[in-house]
């Protein structure tokens, strides 16, 4: 999963530089596909529903993916 400072939640352009590199990176290793949770933050708890914004900014970082 994305690391904390990078949850595309609240940070979408470093969720999207994230994901960004660990394709590339994916691709330089010869690798066809990356698979697993990279799109999300593991442990990602706030207690209540996601805001629109959130969704939004979740929705913005796996189009741009």
């Known amino acids: ?25 994916t691709k330089a290793c010869g690798a066809e596909a990356l698979s697993g949770v990279t799109f999300g933050g593991i442990g990602e708890r706030t207690g209540v529903w996601p805001t629109e914004k959130e969704y939004d900014n979740i929705a913005r970082t796996l189009e741009a993916s």
Do not use: N, R, T
Request: proline letters at 8%.
């Open 1 to 25: 999963g994305l690391p904390q400072e990078c949850w595309a939640s609240v940070h979408p352009d470093k969720a999207i530089d994230y994901l960004e590199l660990a394709l590339d990176k």
